[in-house]
């Protein structure tokens, strides 16, 4: 009997012993006695997506269809190399997407993000899509193994998602807490903070085409993306240095 099988037959079991017990107390102490959690998180990581799918009391989210398509599965735990530069490091997987860390080690840059299926993961200068992911012992976020062409970025660019953070040369500096502003004479803005260690130095505003100065060192606003659900883009800014 799978995990599942076994905590419904151990909720069932304790109600008719208790009846004066809530459903939700047999359930805590049925949860107890087989030591797992109820969730269907929990459940997604020890089993396989058809597993799951046996079970008509799961929650489970369908293997996307790739037939035509070159992807790359990239496993939660890993550091997968994109290119002899770039590299992904998978922090987490659910059902709706994944938390990624990319690092690119010749221009010393690198972007932390939340990424959902269908948007469009940044890492050192390209753009790969998140197509879905899976479960077989340890979460798996599936990209496009090639990376899209459209919006570009200068491969030197820091590039700030949003909800996301970056950072530049110098590891201790990092932007975040990005967000996307109205129109400003004809232009979006964005405003981000800059941070230093573990303290917060400055709050900047800007829009396409600005300077501004970040720890003693010159940005140009190079381009600035709101969210687009059509295309997958999350939304951020783009800086080059000057």
């Given at each position: 009997?799978?995990?599942?099988?076994?905590?419904?037959?151990?909720?069932?079991?304790?109600v008719s012993q208790a009846p004066f017990l809530s459903t939700a107390a047999a359930l805590a102490i049925a949860v107890s006695s087989i030591g797992c959690e109820p969730t269907a998180g929990a459940l997604a990581e020890q089993q396989s997506p058809d597993a799951l799918a046996s079970?008509?009391?799961?929650?489970?989210t369908p293997t996307p269809d790739l037939a035509g398509r070159k992807v790359r599965r990239l496993v939660q735990g890993t550091n997968p190399s994109l290119t002899p530069d770039c590299s992904v490091g998978i922090i987490w997987v659910s059902r709706e997407g994944g938390g990624v860390s990319a690092s690119d080690s010749r221009q010393g840059l690198g972007v932390r993000q939340t990424l959902k299926i269908g948007q469009l993961m940044i890492a050192c200068g390209q753009l790969y899509q998140v197509l879905g992911t899976h479960f077989d012992g340890r979460g798996e976020l599936i990209i496009d193994s090639d990376p899209t062409p459209r919006p570009a970025l200068r491969p030197d660019s820091l590039v700030l998602p949003l909800g996301g953070e970056s950072y530049g040369p110098r590891s201790n500096i990092v932007l975040k807490e990005l967000v996307l502003g109205n129109q400003d004479a004809g232009k979006p803005v964005a405003t981000f903070q800059v941070w230093i260690g573990s303290k917060r130095e400055s709050q900047i505003t800007a829009g396409a085409g600005d300077?501004?100065?970040?720890?003693g060192g010159r940005y140009r606003v190079v381009g600035i993306e709101s969210v687009n659900q059509e295309t997958g883009v999350p939304g951020w800014v783009e800086l080059a240095a000057e």
């Open positions: 009997m799978n995990t599942a099988g076994r905590l419904r037959h151990a909720r069932r079991s304790l079970d008509a009391s799961a929650d489970t300077v501004v100065t970040i720890a």
